[in-house]
């Protein structure tokens, strides 16, 4: 038998980061089947549970990036993965002095809380008014963001220009070593202003799914997992069967074993239903 985990932007989801009616239909009935199956999403938990609503997913999911293993009804948090303080102060510190302005994610006695003070570019007005808009209960507007430091750090987040994240990034690997993971890529709903996300080394979704195959006796089975983006790579890489969808990143293609359709032509569904029929016709030995 296999276990089934797909991304959600670019991959599960369409163009509009919606899932499609026949997408949710084909996994509502292939899950009723008894199908292993969960997604593994930069998306914190409360945004995937919003864009999944009624899905009947029983195993936990892979949020932010495989900082957290959440369960998806409660949005209760089985593991986190978050950076010790003093780290997080001296990355934070470290964006400042190059200009930039973080979003950064917290984890502590209060609970999940995704902090801001101002925003810089169109770009990070765009991640606010998303936030705003979806009424993102951990979202806090506040005058000075090291204030915020003395609970771990999940996730660093800055918006902005392709040039300058990418000098952020090398100071941060070259600082941090392998303290930290880090992903840079475009925003697929707002191309030109590309995310750089921090956390810590932990925090991959490979050594989440390895974690949650563990706890919920899935391990045996070969892993099959759905990608379009570098914060994918790890899960490809490390998976029985790599798919990469038709519009996904050059070096995601490379890495995986198979190419499917596009995310709007509902191809990880019927890749799966056709997938796992298959697999269950088979006689038994």
């Known amino acids: 038998m296999r276990f089934y985990v797909s991304d959600l932007d670019g991959t599960l989801l369409d163009p509009q980061a919606r899932l499609s009616d026949a997408t949710r239909a084909g996994l509502t009935e292939l899950l009723a089947e008894g199908l292993a199956f969960t997604v593994a999403s930069a998306r914190h938990v409360v945004s995937i549970a919003r864009i999944l609503d009624g899905l009947p997913i029983s195993l936990p999911v892979v949020s932010s990036n495989g900082a957290y293993i959440s369960d998806l009804r409660t949005g209760r948090h089985e593991l986190v993965n978050a950076m010790e303080p003093a780290l997080g102060q001296s990355i934070f510190a470290l964006v400042r002095r190059h200009g930039l302005m973080p979003f950064i994610a917290t984890h502590g006695a209060k609970g999940d809380q995704l902090f801001w003070q101002e925003v810089q570019n169109e770009g990070q007005q765009r991640f606010v008014a998303e936030r705003q808009r979806n009424a993102d209960p951990r979202l806090r507007q506040v005058a ?25 990034q090398a100071e941060i ?16 709903y707002m191309p030109g202003w590309p995310w750089l996300n921090v956390h810590d080394r932990r925090a991959s979704k490979d050594q989440a799914i390895a974690t949650l195959a563990q706890r919920y006796a899935l391990h045996e089975r070969e892993l099959v997992v759905f990608g379009d983006q570098v914060n994918d790579l790890t899960m490809l890489k490390s998976a029985h069967h790599a798919i990469a969808v038709a519009n996904a990143s050059d070096d995601v293609k490379q890495a995986a074993h198979r190419i499917i359709g596009a995310h709007h032509e509902d191809a990880v569904v019927r890749f799966i239903r056709d997938d796992w029929r298959a697999i269950s016709a088979r006689p038994l030995p």
Request: glycine share 4%; hydrophobic share 45%.
């Open 144 to 168: 000075r963001l090291q204030d915020q430091l003395k609970d771990p750090m999940v996730t660093l987040l800055v918006v902005g220009q392709t040039e300058a994240l990418q000098a952020l």
């Open 173 to 188: 690997l070259a600082t941090c070593g392998d303290l930290v993971t880090t992903h840079l890529a475009e925003d697929l």
